[in-house]
């Protein structure tokens, strides 16, 4: 039996689940190819979600499904911690098991982890959108804040959904102004590199809605610790900037499990761009945030690297040769306040073109949120 393992149940991982039980359903059903996906949890969570929680507009509930729902019945599921992986031996250590599962082909969609601890002082200090809990506490802090400096700053990068500070940043504004708060509340948004975002056609775009709607902005503001008693932040450039209000995009890095098994450095998987396939071990390919590519930490990014891993899986179980390749195709729907967004497309090497906002666009990603389960299911 050809056995394909895929360890993490997140977009990237979910999707290729489902795509190669589309893929190799009689092989499956003949016992000559198992799929196997491994998830250390129970639930599937939509993290572009808690982007809205902030603001009262979903719960962290609206997130999450059982991944069970989720995933065909062709797949076989096991929620479980993997806790190491042999290349040589090509095996999963599980924590919940004594004895080690073998696979032949291995996909690694295990994302990125927030470290705000990597920063002193930024977990005691810094509000975040990025997780169910982060996401509760800063919806429950903005209810109360009535006056004085919101800051949003971008600690870490890479990051998961590259625009979602400049998102948060605009629809903060517009939430502040519909409730009659704005004039009382200055907003500042922070960017570590010379520019508002590292996409220049978004940092142009978002740097001239910024000044148009009296955003600061400080670019080369690079955060090295945060002082949570005087409500100061510090950077490596020697600046400082009070806040009385602060929402930081945390470090992020990839799994203890790729650095261990020597397949990527700070927890991101090596690969070559456009097969997915590793760079330090043979039949490892990886897709979604754990893939080091020149592209965005993004879900669409892990949905198109699922369909072409899935399709480079099934052409080695079935003994052909892959010919399938990612371009680096990504797409992102970007909020410009409460009740307007825009919406880019880009692939390697190609500087998006950023269309003026919209109230249907708008409308199109809180649709394309509600029927993201259909995309998981493999549907659409």
């Known amino acids: 039996m050809h056995r394909i393992a895929i360890v993490g149940g997140g977009t990237g991982g979910t999707v290729l689940a489902n795509r190669l039980a589309d893929e190799l359903q009689g092989e499956i059903e003949a016992g000559e190819v198992e799929v196997r996906l491994i998830t250390a949890d129970p639930n599937h969570v939509y993290k572009p979600t808690f982007l809205y929680v902030p603001f009262g507009k979903k719960t962290v509930d609206d997130a999450k499904r059982p991944i069970e729902e989720l995933v065909d019945r062709r797949v076989t ?170 929402v930081a995009i945390p470090p992020h890095r990839g799994s203890d499990l790729v650095t261990d098994a020597g397949l990527g450095e700070d927890g991101w998987v090596d690969v070559d761009r456009h097969t997915l396939e590793a760079t330090a071990a043979e039949d490892v390919s990886a897709i979604g945030d754990a893939a080091d590519v020149p592209t965005s930490k993004a879900g669409s990014v892990a949905h198109y690297e699922a369909g072409v891993v899935a399709d480079r899986l099934a052409s080695r179980a079935r003994g052909e040769t892959p010919t399938a390749t990612y371009d680096g195709k990504t797409v992102c729907f970007l909020e410009a306040g409460m009740d307007e967004a825009t919406f880019i497309e880009f692939e390697y090497g190609e500087e998006p073109f950023v269309r003026e906002p919209s109230k249907a666009l708008h409308w199109a990603k809180l649709g394309y949120n509600e029927s993201y389960w259909l995309t998981a299911r493999g549907l659409l």
Not at 111 to 117: K, Y
Not at 146 to 172: N, Q
């Open 77 to 246: 599921l096991t929620i479980d911690e993997v806790t190491g992986i042999d290349t040589d031996r090509k095996r999963l250590s599980l924590a919940d098991r004594t004895t080690s599962l073998r696979y032949d082909q291995l996909v690694v969609a295990t994302g990125a982890t927030l470290e705000p601890e990597a920063v002193p002082g930024l977990a005691e200090a810094g509000h975040h959108f990025y997780g169910p809990d982060g996401a509760e506490r800063l919806r429950d802090e903005l209810a109360d804040f009535t006056e004085g400096h919101l800051v949003l700053s971008v600690v870490g990068v890479p990051h998961m959904c590259p625009a979602a500070p400049v998102e948060f940043t605009l629809m903060v504004d517009d939430w502040l102004r519909q409730r009659g708060r704005r004039e009382d509340v200055d907003v500042t948004y922070t960017y570590p590199i010379n520019r508002a975002h590292g996409l220049e056609s978004i940092a142009d775009w978002a740097t001239d809605l910024f000044e148009e709607r009296d955003i600061a902005l400080e670019t080369f503001f690079n955060v090295d610790e945060v002082d949570p008693d005087a409500e100061v932040i510090g950077t490596v450039e020697g600046n400082e900037l009070e806040y009385d209000l602060l």
